[in-house]
T-cell receptor, first 113, second 113 residues
Framework: GDSVTQTEGPVTLSEGTSLTVNCSYETKQYPTLFWYVQYPGEGPQLLFKVPKANEKGSNRGFEATYNKEATSFHLQKASVQESDSAVYYCALAPITNAYKVIFGKGTHLHVLP | AQTIHQWPVAEIKAVGSPLSLGCTIKGKSSPNLYWYWQATGGTLQQLFYSITVGQVESVVQLNLSASRPKDDQFILSTEKLLLSHSGFYLC????????????FGKGTRLTVV
């Protein structure tokens, strides 16, 4: 079946250090891939999406490359800030049922000042 | 701009009592609509989706039901709440096309006691 697996948290970093949150997926053919961010007490917000294999998405200094060979979509940021503290979700929309968006378990990021 | 409004913001309900949660989307005609559930600290589980008025597809069985009485309205309900229904309920919408991102409301925090 369709699934998303991502880095288990919490992840604690100091401000100015780099971030990598691993995401791997299983599905048939080529899905659309997303990264969402959720702040406490709010609904998730789209960070960016990548509909095509081997393309990169980016927003607010975060980026991820859709690697179809490795079935991965790792989230990276070169220098995190305290305001980046949140839960990050990797998600996919499978080609077999594009209305059934599947989310990973989320990675809780704490950034220390 | 599109807006999504969920009500109520929070509820405390007794086991065995009925429940009705709602959301309204403004500024978008014929959206796809979704209900998600999030246990405290947990991942996002899609419960239902609807592509058109009057038609709702169930993704998981949690003794809940959903209805779409109008193009811009989505209702989640049950006649008898269980303790396991506690959590954060999120309504979301996407455009009429497949493989597009979903946009979430601010959610309803439900506590069943």
């Amino acid at each position: 079946g369709d699934s998303v697996t991502q880095t288990e948290g919490p992840v604690t970093l100091s401000e100015g250090t780099s971030l990598t949150v691993n995401c791997s997926y299983e599905t048939k053919q080529y899905p659309t891939l997303f990264w969402y961010v959720q702040y406490p007490g709010e609904g998730p917000q789209l960070l960016f999406k990548v509909p095509k294999a081997n393309e990169k998405g980016s927003n607010r200094g975060f980026e991820a490359t859709y690697n179809k060979e490795a079935t991965s979509f790792h989230l990276q940021k070169a220098s995190v800030q305290e305001s980046d503290s949140a839960v990050y979700y990797c998600a996919l929309a499978p080609i077999t049922n594009a209305y059934k968006v599947i989310f990973g378990k989320g990675t809780h990021l704490h950034v220390l000042p | 701009a599109q807006t999504i409004h969920q009500w109520p913001v929070a509820e405390i309900k007794a086991v065995g009592s009925p429940l009705s949660l709602g959301c309204t989307i403004k500024g978008k005609s014929s959206p796809n609509l979704y209900w998600y559930w999030q246990a405290t600290g947990g991942t996002l589980q899609q419960l239902f989706y609807s592509i058109t008025v009057g038609q709702v597809e169930s993704v998981v069985q949690l003794n809940l039901s959903a209805s779409r009485p109008k193009d811009d309205q989505f209702i989640l309900s049950t006649e008898k709440l269980l303790l396991s229904h506690s959590g954060f309920y999120l309504c979301a919408w996407s455009s009429g096309q497949a493989n597009t991102e979903v946009f979430f409301g601010k959610g309803t925090r439900l506590t069943v006691v």
